[in-house]
């Protein structure tokens, strides 16, 4: 797939897409109207003035990041160790 430029490598964790997803939940560079859950808990300030349901919510977000995380990270060493088999294996 790399070959006929179907894919290619890269050293980022992340796909840009995926990239892109994380970037609108937490920063507020890319886009305008995420949530910037990064800048809404910084240094410790958790102003309760939303209630419990708006921490909540964003614990769920932060929840569900992490397990796509996670998630991403275990593929990738499937993959390496799908490839490294691969290749030790006589032909």
């Known amino acids: 797939m790399i070959g006929k430029g179907w894919a290619t490598r890269r050293s980022s964790l992340l796909t840009e897409a995926e990239g892109k997803y994380f970037n609108y939940f937490l920063n507020a560079q890319e886009f305008s109207n995420g949530p910037e859950l990064r800048n809404k808990y910084i240094h410790g300030s958790q102003a309760n003035t939303e209630g419990e349901d708006a921490h909540f919510h ?4 932060a929840l569900r990041m992490t397990l796509a ?5 275990n593929d990738d060493f499937v993959l390496a160790a799908t490839n490294r088999a691969a290749q030790e294996r006589p032909r």
């Open 58 to 61: 964003t614990y769920l977000i």
């Open 69 to 73: 995380l996670v998630i991403k990270i």
